[in-house]
């Protein structure tokens, strides 16, 4: 699976079901771009999950309820419920033990 780019409107929409990974970054984030090769391989390597980008610099809304405060921060959702909330860069090996739990 691809990840996908979406919008701060579409965000309610794709966490209603199933388990999915949201991956919110800015363009010009260090740390962001250096994550971003290693969601790609998860997004291609596990398809329990769907993959979304959400760039946090469009997103007033979803920041503020979401409490994201500092970059990367990766969303877990499964069906609706937010799992878990990572902030910070992450190694492939911690996020597959996280969606392999």
Excluded: Q, R
């Amino acid at each position: 699976m691809k990840v996908i780019e979406i919008k701060e409107e579409e965000f309610k929409e794709k966490i209603k079901e199933g388990k999915v990974l949201i991956d919110c970054y800015a363009t010009w984030c260090g740390p962001c771009k250096m994550l971003s090769p290693i969601i790609d391989e998860l997004a291609n390597e596990i398809d329990t999950y769907k993959f979304y980008k959400l760039d946090v610099d469009n997103c007033d809304e979803i920041t503020k309820e979401y409490g994201i405060m500092s970059i990367p921060t990766i969303l877990i959702f499964e069906n609706n419920t937010l799992k878990e909330k990572l902030v910070g860069f992450k190694s492939k090996e911690e996020l597959e033990e996280i969606l392999n739990k």
